[in-house]
């Protein structure tokens, strides 16, 4: 009997050591620039309540409505496998008290996430997103700095060809006014629309300025816009980000279509794409959700926040992002010499890696740099005498003993 091939599923992947450097260097770099701003990492849990997207996304939104990967457990719970951060560290603000800590409180995530979305180059449906949340305080600073650390990582990783994109959607009774204007607009024109914007006018009428069908294009050029209809404090806000922006040097579109496909958004929304992604062009976006908190059963809270995926960083990133060395020294050797070497390095902390194919001293070079070695100790197979060699300038000296190249690599180390 032959049985079929088990493979991964659909929309998923196996990330093979090959591409653990590139990860590696993505959370060193989101780390020290996220740690570095004062945010502290939190890990929440893969699956949640469904009730906890359900009112915290939006039963409106794409993601409730058919992405979901939702299921009972044995306990006849209803759980749901996150498709998103920003609910998930909010329920975690809440439930651990922490509007009682200097706010705001910032957080950063790096963790994998589940959508049921159509599988196609750079969407999965299990993906990896990095993404902080600033939340406490509805400061426009806030906004501007979160957007510009997320600016600092892609460039830190080169991501190609950035473009910021920046909207507000002002407040509530704002966007409840003007949704009854668009909702007349979409209606006066509703034999032009697509079936699925149409069927929708009530339930999301803003989802129109999304879609490719050239109709609904048509009418949605004519439409109202929301950044025309902003109260004074959210257009004051608005500028204020703008602003600030501006000082940082970080160049933006005023997009007054962005839509994000979460209903929690207030004033600022923001999204960054790579020209080098093609249809899944949006490497990472957030935006403020002041009223998300309270709608999650807390007091009135403000936050914003932002996430971006892991794999159409690493795409849209050229040349890959590499770690920083972990490889301080290559010991070139096959002799006991040569391993009492490697080992007191050890023991000194250093990262070694030892010679152990019994290749030529040519190949031994080679294999060190592969390695990404700082150093290479060359051992004599016959003499056993030592030349330490600095692989970056390729200057190559006989040092004395294993001791000395162990005080030389930690030098070596001080001065990098
Ligand atoms: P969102 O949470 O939808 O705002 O998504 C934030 C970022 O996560 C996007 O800009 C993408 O880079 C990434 N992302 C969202 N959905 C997927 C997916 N299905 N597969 C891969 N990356 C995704």
């Excluded at 003007?178 to 509703?190: D, K, Q, T």
């Excluded at 016959?382 to 200057?395: C, K, Q």
């Amino acid at each position: 009997v032959s049985r079929p091939k088990l493979q991964a599923p659909r929309g998923t992947q196996d990330v093979l050591p090959e591409h653990a450097a590139d990860r590696l260097a993505l959370e060193a770099a989101a780390r020290g620039i996220l740690e570095g701003a004062g945010y502290a990492r939190i890990e929440t849990p893969a699956f949640e309540a469904t009730e906890l997207f359900a009112r915290g996304v939006g039963a409106s939104t794409d993601i409730v409505q058919k992405e979901m990967y939702t299921f009972e457990d044995a306990g006849g719970r209803s759980l749901t496998l996150r498709p998103e951060g920003t609910a998930p560290v909010c329920r975690a603000y809440l439930e651990h008290g922490m509007h009682k800590a200097p706010q705001p409180v910032k957080l950063w995530y790096l963790s994998s996430f589940f959508r049921y979305e159509r599988a196609q180059a750079g969407r999965y449906r299990q993906f990896w997103q990095v993404g902080a949340e600033a939340i406490g305080s509805d400061d426009p600073a806030v906004d501007a700095e979160t957007i510009t650390l997320l600016h600092a990582l892609l460039t830190e990783l080169g991501v190609r060809d950035v473009a910021l994109r920046l909207g507000s959607l002002g407040r509530p009774a704002t966007r409840a006014t003007y949704r009854e204007l668009l909702v007349g607009h979409l209606r006066a024109h509703e034999d032009l629309l697509s079936d699925d914007v149409r069927e929708r006018i009530d339930l999301n009428p803003l989802r129109a300025f999304d879609a490719d069908h050239a109709g609904t294009r048509q009418v949605m050029a004519s439409a109202p816009l929301l950044v025309d209809h902003l109260a004074p404090e959210d257009a004051e806000h608005f500028a204020e980000v703008r602003a600030r922006l501006d000082v940082a040097g970080i160049d933006h579109e005023v997009d007054p279509t962005l839509v994000r496909g979460l209903d929690y958004y207030t004033r600022t929304v923001f999204e960054f794409t790579s020209g080098v992604l093609g249809a899944q062009s949006a490497v990472g976006g957030g935006g403020r959700y002041d009223g998300l908190i309270e709608q999650l059963g807390g007091p009135p809270t403000p936050g914003i926040g932002w996430a971006a995926g892991v794999e159409r960083i690493l795409l849209g990133a050229e040349p890959r992002p590499q770690p920083r060395a972990l490889c301080d020294l290559y010991v070139a050797g096959t002799t006991t010499a040569a391993f009492a070497l490697a080992t007191e390095a050890r023991r000194a902390g250093l990262g070694v890696q030892l010679e152990l194919a019994g290749r030529s001293e040519k190949g031994r070079l080679k294999a060190a740099a592969r390695a990404g070695a700082l150093w290479t100790a060359l051992v004599h197979d016959d003499t056993g005498a030592i030349e330490l060699r600095d692989m970056e300038s390729g200057e190559q000296e006989p040092v004395e003993s294993a001791s000395a190249v162990v005080a030389q690599v930690i030098r070596g180390r001080h001065i990098a």
